[in-house]
């Protein structure tokens, strides 16, 4: 019976799957690997199902490695230096498509909150503070009819355009790096420049790491409107983080969502601190039948790499 480490706590339903089938350790920690536990896990299992925070670095590659499959839970797979695990023989799966609708509802809900200050809200309320309706109090954004720029018109782009349009009538403008047709009523624009300007909400949907690290800097949020609202759901690197609250806390623009970080799970003092921004503990995933599938697609992942054939989702 081949070993398989499943690096974090999962659905019971994938657990009990896997260990039908396998040899499995479960590292029941609330951290991802640090590159060393990585590179010690590489040599000591035959299949690892690791997920966001587990550093297999270039370095984690060295040496004898016995594992065959690293089988990731999630879409994002930036964690993972790709190219080192091909050279190791190392196959590398992820987990799209089942993770696509709920990651544009979170979306919706970033948009949704920002926009009318709903996180304010409810901290007002909460803390006793509400004086009761008044016609000027906490105006926000209107959203429908508003127009969207999303940036990365992928799985998820495409989904957040669709909830956008069909929903709340809202015009969708998208910037891709290459030109890419869509089948919902879109625009494509040709820099990530004019995206922003041309914005009144701009989502963020993009793969993190390689290029796409810091993607969104000081001079692309200079582009945007001073009322226009950011949002991002891809990965926090795509972000200068800096850049990002100093134009919140300067009213360059008029705020954001955000479910992603950095350094996840640190998030700075000064995001923090500013209320006009809406802070999400990374929940685009997290509905049990979804993350149940995920760890299903994964396992099913290293079943195909087990018996041979190619794993569906490899990347």
Known sequence: MKKLLITRLLPDATLAAARARYDVTLRDAAQGLTPDEAAAALRAYDAILPTLGDQFVKGAFAGDIRCGVLANFGVGYNHIDVDAAKMAGVVVSNTPDVVTDATADIGMTLILSTCR???EGERLVRAGHWTGWAPTQMLGTHVTGKRVGIIGMGRIGQAVARRCHY???MPVIYYNRSPKDVDVPARQVDTLEALMA???IVVVTVPGGGRN????????LAAMKPTGIFINIARGDVV???ALIAALQTGQIAGAGLDVFAKEPFVPKAL???ENVVLLPHLG?????VRE???QMALDNIIAWDEGRPPPQAV
């Open 293 to 295: 599938a995920m760890g």
């Open 213 to 220: 690290a810091h993607l969104i800097d000081a001079g692309a």
């Open 167 to 169: 929903g709340f009538d």
């Open 240 to 242: 200068d983080e800096d």
């Open 272 to 274: 923090r601190a500013l």
């Open 198 to 200: 041309q914005s009144d």
């Open 117 to 119: 200050r709903a996180g």
């Open 285 to 289: 995933t997290a509905a049990l039948e």
